[in-house]
C-alpha cells in the first residue's frame, strides 16, 4: 500500500501564519455583522470616533511590510495601495475634510466656508410616465462667475477642492397656511433642494491607492495563473476524448443560448441592463457560467460541465423564489459605474465559488482581480454619488472582508497544507454567498444598498 508523502516543512511551520489571519478574519466579519446590526449610520458614527487610530495603525503596518517586499511587486502594490487608500480616510478625518449641507428655494442663495456663493435658479423633477417614480431631479444653480451649471444625482459639480452632489429635496411649505407650497401656474409642489458639499483633502491618496490595488491583483492573478499551471494543480482529470469534448460544448451551449434568452427578454422588459437586484444578478451568473464551462474545455481541457451545471441549475430554480417584478433604476444606479461594478461582482463570486468547488481553481487569481475591481469601482461610484468613497455600509464591510479574506489567501498559498487550501477556498465561497444574500437582508438593516 502506498503512503501519500509528507506535508512539507514550509507548509507545517505556515501553520501560526495560517490560524492567525484565519481568526482576525473572523473576527472582522462578526464585528462587521454587528455594526450593520446597528445601521450604516451608528456604525459610522462608532467608526469615526474610535477607529481612526486602529487605521492608522494599519497604515503604517502595511507601509512597514512593503519594505520587506521590493522583489515581489504584486505583494508591494496591494500593501501599498491598501496603504495610501487608509491615509486617505485618516487624512480626511484628522488633516481638514470637510462636510456641510445647503438647503436652497428658488432664487435663495447660499454658501460655505471656502466655497463660492450658489443661487438656485430651478428645480426640476423627472418622472418615470407608467409609474409615476422619480427618474431625476436636477438642480440648476449659478455660481460666483455668474455661470448656470446644472447638479444632478451622479453628476456632481467640482469646484475645487470642492464637489457639491444633488443630495435630496424636501417640500415648501406654504407661510400662511401650513400646507404644501404649489406653483400658481402648474398647481405642481415646490421644492427646497439640498446639495451636499464635501472638501475631500484625501481623494488623490485614495484614488492613487486604488489603481495600486488594481495592478497589484492583475499582477497576482496572473502568478497564480502561472504557477498553478506550472504544477499541474487541476482538480479534475483533463479531457482525453474528442467525443467528450464535443458533448460538454453542445451542453454548455444549450445552456449559454437558454441564458442568454432570458436575459435578453429580462433587458427588453426592464429597459436596462439587467443587474438591479439579486433576482437579476442570478441571470447574468447563469450567463457567464457556461462561458466558464468552455473556457475551461477548450483552453485548459478541464471538464467542469457538473459543477458549472449544477450551479447553472440552482440558479435557474432560484429564479422561481424571488421578486422578479420590473422595477425602473432609480437615480443613483443611473451611471456609468453601474454595469462595469455589478459586472466585475458577478465575474469574482462566479469563479471564487466554483474554485471552491473543484473546479477551475486556476482562476482564483482572476477571481481576486474581479473583486478587486469591483470595490475600487463600488469606490469611483460612491465619490461620484454619494460625495463619499467609503460610507461603512453594511455590504460595504462584508465585501471588503471577503475581499480580505482572499487576499490572504493568496498570500498564504505557496506555504498551505492541502486541507488547508481547501479549507480557505470553502469558507470564501461561504463568505461571498453571505455577500450574496446580504441584498436581501439589506431590506432590514439600513444601508446604501437597501434598493437590491
Known amino acids: 500500500?502506498?503512503?501519500?508523502?509528507?506535508?512539507?516543512?514550509?507548509?507545517?511551520?505556515?501553520w501560526p501564519s495560517v490560524v492567525i489571519p484565519s481568526i482576525l478574519l473572523l473576527v472582522a466579519a462578526v464585528v462587521s455583522v454587528a455594526l450593520a446590526c446597528e445601521g450604516s449610520a451608528w456604525s459610522l458614527a462608532t467608526v469615526k470616533a474610535y477607529g481612526a487610530g486602529a487605521l492608522v495603525g494599519m497604515a503604517l503596518l502595511c507601509v512597514a511590510a512593503c519594505t520587506r517586499m521590493f522583489g515581489r511587486p504584486g505583494l508591494l502594490a496591494l500593501h501599498l495601495g491598501f496603504a495610501l487608500v487608509l491615509g486617505g480616510w485618516v487624512a480626511n478625518e484628522l488633516a481638514g475634510g470637510e462636510e456641510g449641507f445647503l438647503q436652497l428655494g428658488p432664487?435663495?442663495?447660499?454658501?460655505l466656508a471656502g466655497l463660492d456663493q450658489l443661487t438656485l435658479l430651478d428645480f426640476t423633477i423627472d418622472r418615470w410616465e407608467d409609474t409615476?417614480?422619480?427618474?431625476?431631479?436636477?438642480?440648476?444653480v449659478r455660481n460666483g462667475k455668474g455661470e448656470e451649471i446644472k447638479i444632478s444625482v451622479n453628476h456632481p459639480l467640482v469646484v475645487r477642492p470642492w464637489w457639491i452632489y444633488q443630495s435630496s429635496y424636501q417640500e415648501m411649505a406654504d407661510p400662511r397656511t401650513g400646507e404644501v407650497a404649489r406653483d400658481p401656474r402648474t398647481g405642481e409642489p415646490r421644492h427646497f433642494t439640498i446639495l451636499q458639499c464635501v472638501k475631500d483633502v484625501g481623494l488623490p491618496l485614495a484614488a492613487f491607492g486604488g489603481i495600486l490595488l488594481l495592478l497589484g491583483s492583475v499582477i497576482y492573478g496572473v502568478t497564480f495563473l502561472v504557477r498553478m499551471g506550472r504544477r499541474g494543480a487541476i482538480s479534475r482529470p483533463a479531457i482525453e476524448k474528442a467525443s467528450r469534448r464535443h458533448v460538454l460544448t453542445a451542453v454548455a451551449v444549450v445552456e449559454l443560448l437558454v441564458a442568454l434568452a432570458v436575459f435578453v427578454h429580462r433587458a427588453w422588459?426592464?429597459?436596462h441592463p439587467p443587474m438591479q437586484n439579486m433576482y437579476e444578478f442570478l441571470i447574468c451568473t447563469a450567463?457567464?457560467?457556461?462561458?466558464?464551462?468552455?473556457?475551461?474545455?477548450?483552453c485548459d481541457g478541464q471538464d467542469t460541465l457538473i459543477v458549472d451545471s449544477s450551479l447553472f441549475a440552482l440558479v435557474l430554480a432560484a429564479l422561481f423564489f424571488m421578486d422578479g417584478s420590473v422595477k425602473h433604476l432609480m437615480p443613483a444606479l443611473q451611471s456609468p459605474f453601474f454595469v462595469p461594478h455589478v459586472g466585475a461582482y458577478v465575474a469574482g463570486y462566479v469563479l471564487l465559488v466554483r474554485a471552491a468547488l473543484g473546479a477551475g481553481r486556476r482562476l482564483v487569481g482572476a477571481g481576486f482581480f474581479f473583486l478587486t475591481l469591483g470595490l475600487v469601482l463600488g469606490a469611483a461610484w460612491g465619490k461620484f454619488c454619494w460625495g463619499n468613497w467609503w460610507q461603512f455600509d453594511p455590504k460595504e464591510m462584508w465585501s471588503l472582508a471577503t475581499w480580505l479574506h482572499y487576499a490572504a489567501y493568496l498570500h498564504l498559498r505557496p506555504r498551505l497544507p492541502r486541507w488547508a487550501d481547501r479549507t480557505f477556498l470553502a469558507v470564501g465561497a461561504v463568505l461571498v454567498i453571505l455577500t450574496l444574500t446580504w441584498i436581501n437582508l439589506s431590506r432590514i438593516f439600513s444601508g446604501m444598498h437597501s434598493y437590491g
Open 1 to 14: 500500500m502506498t503512503q501519500s508523502p509528507p506535508e512539507p516543512r514550509a507548509a507545517v511551520r505556515a
Open 132 to 140: 409615476g417614480t422619480v427618474r431625476q431631479y436636477t438642480s440648476t
Open 107 to 111: 432664487g435663495q442663495a447660499g454658501d
Open 287 to 298: 450567463v457567464l457560467l457556461p462561458v466558464l464551462t468552455l473556457v475551461s474545455a477548450w
Open 269 to 271: 422588459a426592464t429597459g
